[in-house]
């Protein structure tokens, strides 16, 4: 596919998604057909003029973090999974959901980033619901966070295209998770186009070659001139939102902590208390520009400095973690590809981890410290 080509595939992709948002839907949560709903479970009628047919319907939420696979959970009666009215009655039940989780497990974890006590878990989510609960007033927040529908992986392998012409596209695949919610919380760059930290949002700015092009050898520069394409494609996809579908872009430019909110309080039980309060604090220094009125009920008195060196602990763990597993090619459970060397990769992690726990200092970390939070055991 030339680049041409991709251009055009993108500029569909975008009016595809434009239309999927434009739907109306009353509530957030999965989507059924009617038919498929039992007597216990609740569910809400989309609107006549959006499915004359009256077959579909907005029901639980079928994402796995609201079912009871892997994880110890609360009965199904005691967990709110959907569908949720608005916003604030989704952020509530999340709390709950990660509240009933910690008053199930019998000890913290002694393995893994640092989490504070069940009681800081609890308290920082009680923080949390005081923002939680004022989510439905007028705000930056609330003004992009209506209910659509919106494809959350679209990467190449997902998008299906005509073979005698590959700019349109005659199907999307993987539905299976996509969940109707937020708007704000769904908006994003499709996977297969070029976003690092450096890409800069906003309709004005352009892209550009690196101010040090012209000293490159001859590969520096054919890797920036292809980065500099894909850029541009970003960029093409951006201002095709803003054209197409403004509100999308206007989620795009929401701070990161505000999505935050809403991840970090649902992996409580699991990570801890820690970068919760890290997203609390920003919310906390930003209220008044998010469009929130009266006083902010967050309050801070522990000492900032104090959380700034636990949640410095929290990310020096996670690097290690993910260093681990890009130089291993593998995931956070360990697999490793059929096409790979499995006794090569073993040897490859002791290597890693000696070499890892000789430059401990640079992650902040003694050599033991390193060995005990490393994430895959050395062989025997």
């Known amino acids: 596919m030339t680049i041409q080509e991709q251009f055009g ?21 999965s ?29 639980p939420s079928c994402e796995r973090a609201w079912s009871a696979q892997g994880k110890m959970m609360a009965p199904p009666s005691q967990v709110k999974n959907g569908p949720w009215p608005n916003l604030s009655s989704f952020g509530l039940a999340l709390l709950e959901r990660e509240r009933l989780r910690i008053g199930q497990q019998s000890l913290v974890s002694t393995f893994g980033p640092p989490r504070g006590s069940v009681d800081e878990q609890f308290a920082v989510l009680n923080m949390a619901k005081g923002v939680m609960s004022r989510l439905e007033t007028v705000t930056l927040i609330n003004r992009v966070s209506r209910p659509v529908l919106w494809h959350t992986d679209l990467h190449m392998g997902n998008i299906y295209s005509k073979p005698e012409d590959p700019t349109k596209i005659c199907s999307l695949i993987d539905w299976q998770s996509i969940v109707v919610s937020p708007l704000y919380l769904q908006a994003r760059f499709p996977e297969f186009l070029s976003v690092d930290d450096d890409y800069v ?35 093409f996809y951006e201002l095709s939102t803003a054209n197409q579908h403004l509100q999308a872009h206007h989620a795009f430019l929401m701070p990161q902590f ?35 009125l009266g006083e902010c009920p967050l309050s801070f008195s522990e000492d900032i400095r104090k959380h700034d060196q636990l949640f410095q602990d929290y990310r020096d763990f996670h690097r290690v973690q993910e260093i681990a597993r890009k130089l291993l090619s593998t995931d956070s459970e360990g697999w490793i590809s059929p096409q790979l060397d499995f006794a090569e990769r073993q040897r490859m992690n002791t290597e890693l981890l000696q070499e890892i726990m000789r430059r401990s ?7 033991e410290v390193i060995r005990s939070i490393w994430p895959f055991r050395e062989k025997a």
Do not use: H
Not at 272 to 290: H, S, V
Not at 361 to 367: C, F, H, S
């Open 9 to 29: 595939l993108v500029e569909q992709l975008m009016q595809f998604e434009a239309e999927l948002a434009s739907i109306q839907f009353p509530a957030k949560g």
């Open 31 to 59: 989507l059924y057909l009617c038919e498929s709903m039992t007597d216990v479970e609740p569910w809400v009628a989309l609107d006549r003029t959006v499915d004359p047919s009256g077959q579909f319907c907005i029901g």
């Open 201 to 235: 949002l906003g309709l004005t700015e352009e892209p550009k070659l690196p101010q040090d092009y012209q000293d490159m050898d001859a590969n520096d520069k054919k890797l920036a001139e292809l980065k500099f394409e894909y850029t541009k494609m970003s960029k």
């Open 258 to 292: 505000t999505r935050e909110l809403f991840i970090r309080c649902g992996e409580v039980s699991e990570e801890g208390a820690i970068p919760l309060r890290a997203c609390l604090i920003e919310f906390a220094d930003a209220w008044n520009e998010l469009g929130f």
């Open 361 to 367: 200092n640079e992650y902040n970390k003694a050599t």
